[in-house]
């Protein structure tokens, strides 16, 4: 409505509402986040052609893709890896890109949680007796423990793929796997089943158990990793000790 504007009057224009409609989204440890425009078959690679557009210390492993389907179902999560899909373009790591997509990229050691938790808080929200909360744990040494989404057809390699991989002080032989289950609708139990580590290291799918909700997964530290030992040095030296 034109109307006429009087000293000491204050307008106020709002904001256009941010379209979000045939875009994606690039966030995290990388040079120039934000929108950009989406196309109809476009790939990972098509957002991210060169490592050169990444930060130093990126892990390229692991790239979580957050989705919205329709407005009365929940997102989905699932995670790829950038490294394989740029030395592969269009192939099964270099995975297509939907319009509203969210694509977040770390570092290889660091929090990740602050970026995780929000997606899970997401997930939660759509969470009931028969749809279980979507989501696992590492913890012990790897660069990034925590919880983590449950991918679909996701296994042990892809959760340690999730917490940035072993650190040097990890135990490479075998890992515990505590699995929650609920018996006959009347209580919780509890399984520990031992992991093969070094087998799932060597590509053996058949020890790269997948997990399910609730999963957790501890990675054990190499035993006397801390401890120094020493000598002593005496007699007709120059630096005894």
């Known amino acids: 409505t034109r109307g006429e504007v009087r000293a000491g009057d204050s307008l106020t ?20 986040p934000g929108d950009y425009q989406w196309s109809p078959g476009m790939s990972l690679t098509d957002l991210i052609s060169s490592l050169d557009e990444l930060k130093p210390d990126v892990d390229t492993s692991y790239v979580l893709v957050r989705r919205e389907q329709a407005s009365v179902e929940p997102i989905t999560v699932f995670s790829t890896n950038l490294g394989e899909a740029l030395k592969n373009p269009r192939g099964t790591a270099d995975v297509r890109l939907e319009s509203r997509d969210t694509v977040h990229d770390f570092r290889r050691a660091g929090d ?39 991918e679909a057809q996701m296994r042990i390699s892809d959760l340690i793929r999730a917490g940035g991989d072993l650190n040097e002080a990890a135990y490479t032989l075998e890992a515990e796997l505590t699995r929650y289950s609920v018996a006959g609708d009347a209580r919780r139990e509890v399984d520990v089943v031992t992991v093969d580590l070094a087998a799932i290291r060597r590509g053996d799918t058949a020890a790269d158990l997948q997990l399910r909700e609730y999963d957790y997964l501890k990675i054990s530290r190499l035993p006397d990793w801390e401890s120094t030992w020493t000598v002593a040095l005496e007699g007709e030296l120059r630096f005894p000790g």
């Open 112 to 150: 990740r949680q602050e970026v995780v938790s929000e997606l899970l808080q997401e997930l939660s929200l759509h969470t009931s007796q028969d749809r279980p909360a979507q989501r696992v744990q590492i913890s012990g040494n790897v660069r990034a423990p925590g919880v983590y989404p449950m």
């Open 13 to 32: 224009v709002p904001e256009v509402l941010e379209e979000l409609e045939d875009t994606v989204i690039l966030s995290g440890h990388i040079h120039r």
